[in-house]
């Protein structure tokens, strides 16, 4: 089974600087994808970025940017520039090709001082 | 383009009681998955349904059914409620005619078992 370890329950960042948020988890599938969500107070969880585990180049979406360590089953989130909209429940979540369904850690609250 | 919607938004029911949840995915998506929610918790799968046909489920007994219908939309059933039912449960969303592709949240379900 999947298991997923989000070893920081909280953090905190300042305004414009970077923080990273790490994942480790556990799977024996070969064909999986990795996910990040946030969910802020609003509770809508919200796609953040996506990894196919087939790849090693590490995805970015704007501000957003992993680090993926397949061999050392890692995914951790990179969040630059951080804003004060960034604050929220961050959650990592593989997805077996053969399953279909996500695996979330217990997350990582975070928070963004001005 | 519509995302993923939930009704009703909050839910309060007492102990015994049966619940009917709703979600219509977003526009093009085959495939509805429902995950339950604990406070201060991760997300949990519960079951996924494609072609009006319960595809995947996890660890949740029998207590909780769903249906998928022919415009894709989908209800969550759950009958003999207790209270550690109480949770916001999330629908999700997707593709699978496209292969493995992201899923999508709606804003949940708060429910709340007295």
């Known amino acids: 089974a999947q298991t997923v370890t989000q070893s920081q329950p909280e953090m905190s960042v300042q305004e414009a600087e970077t923080v990273t948020l790490s994942c480790t988890y556990d799977?024996?599938?070969?064909?999986?994808?990795l996910f990040w969500y946030k969910q802020p107070p609003s509770r809508q969880m919200i796609l953040v970025i996506r990894q196919e585990a087939y790849k090693q180049q590490n995805a970015t979406e704007n501000r957003f940017s992993v680090n993926f360590q397949k061999a050392a089953k890692s995914f951790s989130l990179k969040i630059s520039d951080s804003q004060l909209g960034d604050a929220a429940m961050y959650f990592c979540a593989p997805l077996s090709s053969n399953t279909d369904k996500l695996i979330f850690g217990t997350g990582t609250r975070l928070q963004v001082f001005p | 383009d519509a995302g993923v919607t939930q009704s009703p938004t909050h839910l309060i029911k007492t102990r015994g009681q049966q619940v009917t949840l709703r979600c219509s995915p977003k526009s093009g998506h085959d495939t509805v998955s429902w995950y339950q929610q604990a406070l201060g918790q991760g997300p949990q799968f519960i079951f996924q349904y494609y072609e009006e046909e319960e595809r995947q489920r996890g660890n949740f007994p029998d207590r909780f059914s769903g249906h998928q219908f022919p415009n894709y939309s989908s209800e969550l059933n759950v009958n003999a409620l207790l209270l550690g039912d109480s949770a916001l449960y999330l629908c999700a969303s997707s593709s699978l005619q496209g292969g493995v592709e992201t899923q999508y949240f709606g804003p949940g379900t708060r429910l709340l078992v007295l």
């Open positions: 799977t024996s599938e070969s064909d999986y994808y």
